[in-house]
């Protein structure tokens, strides 16, 4: 924990998401709908100046690691001299990126050696043909090209996947036995309505589900402690390299060691996920504020941190309708 900035319930702040783009090119029936999304104006997203002034802030109030996501990060111009820049910055001890995949493989080894110390990768089935049904594109080759180019430079590696009943629950167990020839952590994450649409789901196969179908299948499994900051309740499985873990992400039962906060591709601070957002670092950022006031002006949007993410769904003015591209998940 750092002595840095807690929120009013104690939780520290140690652990920034950044959405460097919110565009992708992938649609994934969970992110978005078919057509895509609106996307917002190239002038309105953070420019890579931004979001390394932001990140030098996020430093100095404690921060010591970084995910980048999106969107789909590695389609934006100019990502690895971005990356480059990013990783000479001082107190970072961890940089981490979630990718599809798609197109991120052939540059796996220069991630390696400008030192990001690990990759997310949404997989949400072993299978090409629901692969292209899910992400309504033809990229599975890629995903898995990623998959292993990330296992053979030796940066640690997981795996996202999302489940959904009616979709890719035959892929749970599958999807598990990648660990016991590989050293990568299968995460099972439960459905959000994050889907660009407006339509709020009901999950139909939550964490218990997930954990139920696991222990059928995988009788070896055992529990690991939950380690603070994190989502994922882990499991090692007798005998695996690797392992798996089970984020209840609709659930919200990790709530209590949350130690992130969020920045979206258009600047705006969410402390929650399921928040409508505390502070628009953008304005800031071009108004001529100064790095002090955006620094106690963080300060004061993390004091607003929800107790968990029930909530301040329940805070909530408009019903969610985002798109987990957009937010940055
Ligand atoms: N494009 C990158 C990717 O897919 O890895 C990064 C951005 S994506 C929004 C980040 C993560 O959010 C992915 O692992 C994706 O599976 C997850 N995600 C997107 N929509 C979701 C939803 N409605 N419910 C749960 N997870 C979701
Ligand atoms: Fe793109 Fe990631 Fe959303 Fe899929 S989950 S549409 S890859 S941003």
Not at 62 to 80: A, D, M, Q, S
Not at 309 to 320: D, H, K, M, R, Y
Request: net charge positive.
């Amino acid at each position: 924990m750092s002595d840095f900035l807690t929120d009013s319930f104690g939780r520290p702040l140690e652990y920034l998401r950044l959405a460097v783009t919110d565009r992708c090119n992938l649609r994934c029936f969970y992110c978005m709908p078919a057509e895509g999304i609106d996307y917002v104006p190239r002038q309105d997203l953070l420019s890579y100046e931004e979001m390394l002034r932001l990140t030098r802030i996020f430093v100095q109030l404690g921060v010591t690691k970084i995910r980048l996501t999106g969107g789909e990060p590695f389609i934006r111009k100019n990502f690895y001299g971005f990356l480059k820049r990013l990783t000479k910055i001082d107190g970072l001890d961890k940089i981490a990126i979630t990718t599809n995949g798609s197109v991120a493989n052939r540059h796996i080894p220069f991630l390696k050696e400008v030192g990001i110390t690990s990759i997310n990768l949404s997989l949400d089935t072993l299978n090409k043909e629901k692969f292209n049904k899910i992400t309504r594109r033809d990229f599975f080759n890629q995903a898995m090209n990623t998959y292993q180019a990330v296992l053979d430079a030796g940066i640690k590696l997981s795996v996202n996947m999302v489940v959904m009943e009616g979709e890719n629950i035959e892929d749970i167990i599958p999807m598990a036995m990648l660990t016991q020839k590989d050293n990568v952590t299968i995460r099972y994450i439960e459905e959000m309505p994050f889907n660009g649409k407006g339509t709020r789901n009901s999950i139909g196969f939550n964490h218990t589900k997930i954990l139920e179908l696991l222990t059928s299948g995988l009788p070896e499994l055992s529990s690991i402690p939950f380690a603070y900051g994190t989502t994922a309740q882990e499991y090692a499985i007798k005998g695996h390299k690797g392992k798996v873990g089970i984020i209840a992400a609709w659930s919200r039962n990790f709530c209590n060691s949350c130690n992130r906060i969020r920045v979206t591709a258009t600047g705006h601070m969410k402390n929650c996920l399921y928040d409508q957002g505390v502070l628009n670092l953008k304005r800031m950022l071009t108004d001529g504020s100064s790095d002090q006031m955006i620094y106690e002006a963080i300060k004061t949007g993390y004091s607003k941190k929800f107790k968990d993410g029930l909530v301040a769904e329940a805070n909530q003015t408009n019903p969610i309708s985002e798109s987990m591209s957009s937010i940055g998940g």
